[in-house]
């Protein structure tokens, strides 16, 4: 059996978000073959409950962010226990990049810290992900970010 929600998380961006078909529209035939795949129902349901959670984020509801490049994002406590300085890190070189704006970089926190345990770069990236393809960016931006993404080496600040 497999561990928890973000195992669920990153079964569903590895299997799924990088087809061209994507994920069954069916959310009872998505179940069965998460199920199949090894995954526990209550562990499937907080993953789509996450999914769901994040389909209802509107940009227009963190529109209050300023816009401004030269702010600096300083995290709570308890953002810094869940994401250390390599995920932190991988959102700032993000940013710098303009692959992402505050905006983005907001709904990559709150789907994070929604989930229960400590999270690794690799599932960090994986949050990334997700967020990044829900939030209607830019096509072009998607295969850099893919890239960015299954990089699986160290984050680097600069």
């Known amino acids: 059996m497999k561990e928890n929600a973000i ?17 069954p529209a069916d959310e009872m035939t998505l179940a069965c073959e998460l199920e199949e795949a090894g995954f526990e129902t209550n562990n499937i349901n907080k993953a789509f409950d996450w999914l769901g959670e994040l389909a209802d ?7 209050t962010l300023p816009a401004s490049s030269t702010a600096i994002r300083v995290y709570l406590q308890e953002e810094q226990q869940k994401l250390d300085t390599q995920c932190q890190g991988f ?16 709904m990559i926190i709150d789907r994070a810290m ?13 949050i990334v992900g997700l967020v990044v393809l829900n939030s209607g ?12 993404i299954y990089d699986e080496t160290e984050a680097t600040l600069h």
């Open 137 to 148: 960016t830019q096509a072009q931006l998607h295969a850099l970010m893919e890239d960015l």
């Open 114 to 126: 929604a989930i229960d345990s400590a999270l690794s770069l690799t599932q960090f990236k994986r």
């Open 57 to 63: 984020i509107k940009q227009a509801d963190l529109a």
């Open 7 to 23: 195992d669920v998380l990153m079964f569903l961006f590895d299997n799924y978000l990088s087809l061209e078909e994507g994920m």
């Open 91 to 106: 959102l700032l070189q993000l940013e710098n990049m303009g692959l992402i704006n505050s905006t983005t970089r907001e």
